[in-house]
């Protein structure tokens, strides 16, 4: 009796079939989901991990927190030669001292604002950068990563246009590296609702 069913005609999702380069016709073990590649401790090693992140590795709180502590300490010194210039009559200390304490006052509130301001913006894309990062394979054999199901593109891209590709897309382009943001996507490549095209 063979009355197994078969269920592979419904596509399961995040799933494809068969999975073929676009690039070279590579299919098997030389492609795998990106997530994949990326757990390799291999890849890890190689930089590859680095090169299809789906997000930043952005601050969390508690660095920002002890980044602003440290700031202040920084700035407290700095407050503390002012003090000592003002006891001992020396003005170049007093000036100087107090130069320090509002530059490091002032830069820590910037760098600890900057790092929020990341942080929110990678929470609010994850989803949407999830989305597309996640049915993206990679093609060991030459490198590409690409959409087996062809969208929302058909074609090989570089892991630094997938990269700029996904986070552009998220809404945190603008924490991709210079390198990377340097990287032009495929004419034509769609830019869905949030995307912000032309923002290198
Ligand atoms: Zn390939």
Redesign the pocket.
Known sequence: MSTEKTETYGRPEGQPVAAV??????TGP??RTVADACADPESRRGGLTDRLARSPGVHDGSDSLVHFLEGMVMAGIGAGLAYSGVQNDKPLYTIGGSLLAVLLFVGTIVVVRGERRERKAVVAGEAHAERLWRPAHH??????V?YPGGSPWPG?LTPEQFKKYVWTEAGYGKQLDTKVKGVSLPPGMPSGPGGTPGHA
């Open positions: 380069c676009p690039g070279c016709g590579g030389a492609v093609c060991s054999s030459c490198g590409s690409f090989p």
